[in-house]
């Protein structure tokens, strides 16, 4: 697939899935997968950091079988080698990470996102190329440990509109206040625990998927 055709998908993405076996409630990453695709999902990214290289390609292959049947975008986290070595469709990049301009000369056809905190750092990564960008995180959360300076939904009125390409938004979306997240104008929503720790991950998914359609029906 050409990069073209991968931005052409992403655009039609509504909820963004992130992986993360250690807030699964014992399931593995496999088997939220598999829940994920059930529940409509067309995008996931892989984001397994405590697991050696070995173990993360070997996991990231069969992602990519599993996600390549199911017509799915497969997004690895950080490791621009991994994606490129099980043919993944992206990679996401934080602000740590390998800079975007070395990832996008090793990986010219992939899907490159970027982390972003703050307006600074979403137009500085469109500047330099970004398919996409993530900003958050928008409220608090336990995914990742130190965090602090939640933007809250408010921000993403103060950032989209400078941005021209996708944008996603991610840190502690529930159900709950995912209408928040909607009303400032967000359609891209990536999640982690309100899936990965759901009784039932497919259920959880389509309901995220349902808000966000009656949303899309009557404000749209």
């Not at 994920?36 to 984001?47: D, P, T, W």
């Not at 899907?111 to 190329?129: F, I, K």
Request: charged share 25%; aromatic share 6%.
């Amino acid at each position: 697939m050409q990069r073209d055709e991968r931005k052409l998908l992403f655009e039609n993405i509504d909820i963004y899935p992130v992986t993360c076996s250690r807030l699964s409630n014992g399931r593995t990453d496999l088997e939220v997968l598999e829940a994920l695709i059930e529940g409509g999902a067309r995008i996931v990214q892989l984001r397994e950091k405590e697991l050696c290289e070995r173990d993360f390609f070997l996991l990231a292959e069969k992602f990519r079988e599993i996600t390549a049947k199911a017509g799915m975008l497969l997004i690895i986290n950080d490791r621009v080698d991994v994606a490129l070595a099980v043919g993944a469709d992206g990679v996401h990049l934080g602000q740590d990470d390998l800079p975007l301009r070395a990832a996008r000369s090793l990986a010219p056809g992939l899907l490159l996102g970027v982390s972003s905190h703050n307006g600074r750092e979403a137009l500085r990564a469109q500047a330099e190329g970004a398919d996409y960008v993530n900003i958050g995180p928008i409220f608090p959360t336990g995914t990742k440990e130190g965090l602090t300076g939640f933007l809250g939904p408010e921000a993403i009125l103060g950032i989209a509109p400078l941005l021209r390409i996708p944008w996603t938004v991610m840190g502690g979306i529930k159900e709950a206040n995912l209408g928040r997240l909607l009303a400032v104008g967000a359609r891209k929503v990536a999640v982690v625990t309100a899936f990965t720790q759901a009784p039932r991950i497919s259920l959880a998914v389509r309901a995220f998927r349902e808000i966000m359609r009656e949303w899309n029906v009557k404000n749209e």
